[in-house]
């Protein structure tokens, strides 16, 4: 081969290779679950209350302490049932704590996030339960649904702080994950 | 005399007025999926990528302890004697918390991508792997059963197909299985290396499981179901469910 022809077989050879070696960056999916995030103001999030029964709608994670059953409504708080019965568990109270999702209890003390807070809540009375406590920032500020390979509309923190992602109907949603 | 028959009149009274008496000292019980949990006098907590310890000797006032870095794509945490177990989506680590606000991490068993719950009894892990777009794994859908005596050298000594497992929780010689969509699952594993069904429930839908003091407490889209396992079979209690 004639050197002239050499060098540019070799460069076509190189190109051809490094389309080989270079990662194609993901395609945005096209499919999929689509999120949008529920905002609240950022006053408004720290408010815990204990309410009456409220009907189970969207029921999270659970938790058994002596004869009580705890039941996370999904973003929004817990239920607090009498279970000494299992036969007929009787719904006592709804403790409201926005964007919560998780909780644990060591003796009469629940802890639950709250947003972006711990909160420890004493639930010696599931009637009046208070706050004995709050970590303000102690959980990171949740820029995506947990899920992954969906889509979602962008977080706008202008809007508020994001208390839960709720599944939408939304055309050509910009981010994903 | 009259005085001290008031008060106790009065303590008597008190203590009727108080429906079912005050949470008990000690922890509860949470499920497989759990990512707050309770050891002793730490509370646990995994984020996706670490594991931060609360120090609540005084139960009122969580303490801030040790941010541990985990890894990518952590999701539950249950505790075991002195061990964590952290599902995460690619494997199981194991942390000793023989000093409750250090977590050592002291084993890891890895497998493919995966959402990935475990539990631990005696021994052995369970795991289950379950595929699903929020799981990074299209196929494999799987309970595998780990040996951690020598933490050094994790044994998988069983690995057994399952439908779309969600969450599980064990009890002696009973494995419950929530298997979302599919149902609900009780397996033997009396012999830990050999499991074996006992039940499978395809007529419900089953996330997470906690079984306590032959009552399994079951979550799904219709609400929380509860069921008696005295006899090893399920026997439906009750279900408080979800208003549409």
Redesign the interface.
Request: glycine share 10%; aromatic share 8%.
């Given at each position: 081969m004639h050197v002239y022809l050499r060098i540019p077989s070799l460069l076509l050879v190189w190109l051809l290779m490094d389309g080989c070696w270079r990662p194609a960056p993901p395609e945005p999916p096209t499919s999929?679950?689509i999120y949008r995030p529920v905002y609240a103001p950022a006053a408004a999030i720290r408010i815990v209350q204990t309410l009456p029964p409220q009907?189970?709608?969207?029921?999270?994670?659970?938790?058994?302490?002596?004869?009580?059953?705890?039941?996370n409504e999904v973003g929004r708080g817990i239920h607090v049932?009498?279970?000494?019965n299992?036969?007929?568990?009787m719904?006592l109270s709804f403790i409201s704590i926005p964007g919560n999702?998780?909780?644990?209890?060591?003796?009469?003390?629940l802890?639950?996030?709250n947003v972006l807070d711990?909160v420890?809540l004493?639930?010696?009375?599931p009637a009046n339960v208070r706050v004995?406590?709050r970590?303000e920032n102690?959980?990171?500020y949740a820029s995506y649904p947990?899920?992954?390979?969906?889509r979602f509309e962008c977080p706008d923190p202008t809007r508020g702080v994001i208390v839960r992602w709720e599944k939408a109907a939304i055309d050509n949603p910009q981010c994903f994950r | 005399m009259y005085r001290l028959l008031l008060i106790f009149s009065l303590l008597f009274l008190l203590s009727c007025t108080?429906?079912?008496?005050?949470?008990?000292?000690?922890?509860?019980?949470?499920?497989s999926?759990?990512?707050?949990?309770?050891s002793g006098?730490t509370?646990y907590?995994v984020?996706?990528t670490s594991l931060?310890a609360?120090d609540?000797t005084n139960?009122?006032?969580?303490v801030?302890g040790a941010k541990t870095t985990v890894g990518v794509g952590v999701e539950t945490i249950f505790p075991y004697r002195d061990k964590l177990f952290v599902g995460t989506q690619t494997g199981m680590f194991i942390y000793d918390i023989t000093q409750p606000a250090n977590p050592k991490q002291v084993s890891v068993y890895t497998h493919i991508q995966s959402c990935d719950p475990v539990v631990a009894q005696g021994n052995y892990a369970y795991v289950t792997l379950r595929s699903g777009?929020?799981?990074?794994n299209r196929t494999a859908n799987s309970l595998d059963v780990v040996d951690f005596s020598d933490l050094n050298n994790l044994k998988q000594i069983g690995s057994y197909p399952m439908k779309n497992p969600h969450g599980l929780g064990v009890d002696g010689k009973l494995l419950f299985v929530g298997e979302g969509e599919y149902g609900l699952r009780v397996l033997d594993i009396s012999n830990p290396a050999v499991v074996l069904p006992i039940q499978y429930v395809d007529s419900v839908k089953a996330y997470?499981v906690?079984p306590?003091q032959n009552?399994l407490?079951v979550?799904s889209p219709a609400?929380?179901s509860?069921y008696?396992y005295a006899t090893n079979q399920l026997t439906h209690?009750?279900t408080?469910?979800?208003?549409p």
């Open positions: 999929g679950d009907p189970l709608q969207n029921a999270g994670k659970i938790y058994i302490k002596d004869q009580y059953l705890f039941i049932v009498d279970n000494r299992p036969a007929k568990p719904q999702q998780e909780l644990a209890i060591k003796d009469s003390i802890y639950a996030d711990l420890a004493n639930v010696a009375n004995v406590r970590i102690a959980f990171p947990l899920a992954t390979n969906v | 108080k429906d079912g008496g005050s949470p008990t000292p000690g922890t509860g019980i949470g499920g999926t759990a990512r707050f949990t309770v006098n509370l907590i984020g996706s931060q609360f609540i139960s009122s006032n969580p801030p777009t929020n799981c990074r997470d906690i306590y009552r407490i979550t609400g929380i509860q008696s209690l009750s408080l469910p979800v208003q």
